[in-house]
């Protein structure tokens, strides 16, 4: 996995996360963050990174999201640490 493929996953899930109403609720209400805030937020490695620990925190979630991405569910950790290298800590 690189930056990129990191990047994209992290996106796929915030989509993810955007089309389950309780899911999205969850996660604005543990940032703080507005809808129009978070949208802002989307395109850095630190919020990104945040989405994935979010996705892992919440396991039913997670299995969901990787299969239906068909993707290992460990992926998503190993993305959000790439995304934190250098960048700081993510959004908890």
Do not use: K
């Not at 990191?6 to 604005?28: K, S």
Request: hydrophobic share 45%; glycine share 6%; with cysteine.
């Amino acid at each position: 996995m690189n930056r990129e493929s990191a990047e994209i996953l992290a996106l796929n899930a915030l989509a993810y996360i955007a089309g389950d109403d309780r899911a999205l609720r969850t996660l604005l209400t543990q940032t703080g963050l507005t809808a129009e805030e978070m949208r802002a937020a989307a395109a850095t490695p630190a919020f990104q990174a945040g989405v994935l620990d979010f996705l892992v925190r919440h396991e039913d979630l997670l299995i969901a999201f990787c299969e239906s991405q068909g993707i290992d569910p460990t992926l998503p950790t190993r993305a959000a640490r790439l995304l934190t290298q250098d960048e700081g800590t993510a959004i908890r």
